[in-house]
């Protein structure tokens, strides 16, 4: 076998197992000290724990599995929310599908944000995902409504971030009185009108504050907050970093 210049544990039902097998966990001590990189997909980060590789590191792996995971390894600090974590050479992503978001990252890594981008583009998939594993997308959640009122009011949210969006506004553009739109519209999408409003502005806004470096201020205007502390709490709230720490992790 060639030089290994990535190594990554993928889980498995038998990860128990592999856990276990000392062999293997000899293997990776010694190839941990001589790849560019290694980690893990989902379960596999107790492969990798079971090695001693995770002590001191920060890590990520399915949200089912983050409390075992922290219990079972104390020297690792487990982060239950991130879609996947970078400590140094070690890379550590959350489920099957968050080790695509893993791999999008190595590919920009080795690669360039441009490759990396036609590849997401390729696949249907965020270069990066907003937040962590509690994440949103408000296009996503507009596709969910049965109603074609609910989807057309969803629609002129998405296209309109900086206009009157309040409940009284959105059910004047449904036909309806303020409480029958509000009931409704929680029922068909699982969420309220005003969580809707703020889901969406704030996803409009993570992506401008990937894509260029204009200020809080600016930000909160170009998407309908005309307070920048709300806009800032907003965000905050919504992606669970504040907009300073989600530019270091996230923009270009």
């Not at 000290?33 to 492969?47: E, H, I, L, N, Q």
């Not at 907003?130 to 996503?140: D, R, T």
Request: hydrophobic letters at 45%.
């Amino acid at each position: 076998m060639g030089a290994i210049d990535t190594l990554l544990v993928a889980g498995s039902p038998r990860v128990e197992d592999m856990a276990a097998d000392t062999q293997l966990q000899d293997w990776l001590r010694r190839q941990a000290r001589t790849v560019r990189r290694y980690g893990s997909v989902c379960s596999g980060a107790f492969v990798l724990a079971a090695s001693g590789l995770l002590d001191g590191k920060r890590v990520a792996t399915h949200w089912k599995l983050a409390g075992q995971l922290a219990s079972d390894y104390p020297l690792a600090s487990v982060e239950s929310d991130a879609i996947y974590v970078r400590d140094g050479q070690l890379f550590t992503s959350a489920g099957v599908t968050a080790g695509m978001d893993l791999a999008l990252a190595m590919v920009e890594e080795d690669h360039g944000r441009d490759l990396a981008l036609s590849v997401a583009r390729q696949l249907v998939m965020f270069l990066k995902r907003p937040g962590g594993q509690s994440q949103f997308s408000a296009h996503l959640a507009a596709q969910t409504s049965e109603r074609s009122s609910m989807r057309e009011v969803q629609d002129h949210v998405l296209a309109n971030l900086k206009a009157d969006l309040s409940v009284p506004a959105l059910a004047r553009r449904a036909g309806m009185s303020e409480r029958n739109f509000a009931r409704i519209f929680r029922s068909e999408t699982g969420t309220t009108p005003a969580e809707f409003v703020e889901n969406a502005r704030i996803d409009a806004a993570r992506r401008m504050a990937e894509e260029s470096d204009l200020p809080a201020k600016r930000l909160a205007d170009a998407v309908g907050y005309a307070n920048v502390d709300g806009f800032r709490r907003a965000f905050g709230r919504r992606l669970g970093v504040s907009l300073v720490e989600y530019r270091r992790r996230f923009a270009s």
